[in-house]
């Protein structure tokens, strides 16, 4: 019995030192994987690698990721999005993050934390070639460095032209107010002269003057109203003319037979005329009865010379009312006239404002238009054409056009398409060409390119200047690029127009392919155009 005890104890005792050596492996196989990954070692400036981490782990664990630049020296271009796969029980993610850098040189992407339930686990880290980009100084040609271009400074304007139009902004204004008020005065309607005379003779009754003993105020307002209705009814001058002269213009007209006035009528207005000039220059005063004496005769005078001036006929009405209409439409004009050079000063103002600004040029465009610029602003359209296939974006789709070729390069090729835009005299000229070649002919780009200058002549170019170099598409095509100017004649005037052109040549896919692009020197949007044109072209098989 004690000896089967004992067995029974080794047994036991065997079996909880296993457990206890296999506890440890077994925890760990409930552990979470965490593995790393670049999918290159060396790369170009500039060219991006992918960084993958893996992690495997329970359903239920929490796992989060490195975020933000925390792989310095190479700079996070982008963080992907976390992929979920299940295996079994457990979750498997990868994780993806999108670097670069600009510098060549060897650099280490240090080690990255991933934390998985409040436990921290550390990637490898990995080494990274990144190179320069050589560049082939037999198939791209090399330039000497231009010399330094003094640049003219922008247009401006001096100082003292804002001080003037400031001012001219104020004189302006004052104007307008000036006229505003003038215009309010006249707005008030006159009666006809008898019923003004009388109104005013009762306001002149009205007033304090006499009481207050304002003798020569008085007499001046007592004058003005017997003047200013003889102006309106027998003498125009009679409000500045002196007493005698207004005196013997009377007579002069009773004496005549054309105004039957009393003598006395005239006697009383000559005695009022002369105490008034005495009140007035010469401080004499006279009393108040003597005042409205004065004041009473003026009335009888006014009635006297109502009754023996003949009212105006229907003739003289309707020549004073075309007088009064033509009275307010000048008004009118004057009007619109100050309305229009408001507007045009203001038009001024802002205009250079923006050409102080903005510069010459953004006006003329903003005002007047510009047709490329219109153009490059536009919604662009990329179109795919012919065979061998061209595919380009243009800021027009350009219409297949039917031209009869009898040169040189038709005669090595089995046919060919044309499509165009525009017009060779216009702002902007677009041509696409393609065709198969033709295996019988011989069949030489460089040859293809010569034949520029005389397609050219023959659209009627002159003083061409040619430039050629190497030129590769977006897809690494190799072709040969023509550019240069030339004039061509103004159908209108006749003078020269300056052009400039750039023509991309290919020998691709069993075909040729010619796309040019002809717009006014000078004109940076049409040039921003033909690079954009450039910049796009696609070769297809």
Known sequence: ???????????????????????????????????????????????????????????????????????????????????????????????????????????????????????????????????????????????????????????????????LLAALVLLGVAFYFFRRKKKKQEEVPELPPYEQAMLELKQLDDSSLLPDREIKEYYSQLTFSVRKYLDRKIYDRALESTTS????????????????????????LQQLLKRADLAKFANSRPDVITAKSDRTKVEHFIKDVRQVVPEPTEEELMQDENYRKEKLQRKRRNKIIAILGGVIVAALVVITVLINTKGFDFVKDSVLGNETKELLEGDWIRSEYGTPQVSIITPEVLVRKTVDRNDELQEMLLGSETFDAGTLEGNLYTLLITGPVNPQGDFDLQKAVDGIYTSLEARGARNIIIKQEDFSTINNTEGIKVFGTFNLENPVTGGPIKKEYAILNFGANGGFQQIMVVFNEGDEYAEEISQRIENSVQLKN
């Not at 925890?27 to 960084?51: H, L, M, P, R, W």
């Open 1 to 163: 019995m004690k000896e089967k005890s004992l067995i029974t104890k080794f047994k036991f005792g065997a079996a909880s030192l296993l457990l206890f050596l296999l506890f440890p492996f077994l925890s760990f196989a409930q552990q979470a994987k965490v593995n790393a990954g670049i999918d290159s070692t060396s790369i170009k400036i500039g060219e991006q690698i992918i960084f993958s981490i893996e992690v495997e782990t329970d359903s239920t664990n929490l796992v989060v990721f490195p975020e933000g630049q925390t792989f310095k020296p190479m700079e996070m271009v982008e963080s992907l999005g976390a992929d979920t796969t299940t295996v079994e029980d457990r979750f498997k993610l990868l994780k993806k993050y999108s670097l670069t850098q600009f510098d060549s040189g060897a650099y280490t992407i240090p080690q990255q934390k991933v934390i998985i339930q409040n436990r921290e686990y550390l990637t490898d880290s990995f080494r990274l070639e990144v190179a320069n980009v050589k560049v082939d100084t037999t198939r791209q040609k090399m330039y000497p460095i231009k010399p330094a271009v003094d640049v003219p400074k922008g247009f401006e304007f001096p100082k003292w032209i804002w001080w």
């Open 245 to 268: 002269e207004l005196i013997a213009y009377l007579e002069l007209r009773k004496k005549a037979g054309e105004l039957s006035l009393k003598d006395t009528s005239i006697g009383n």
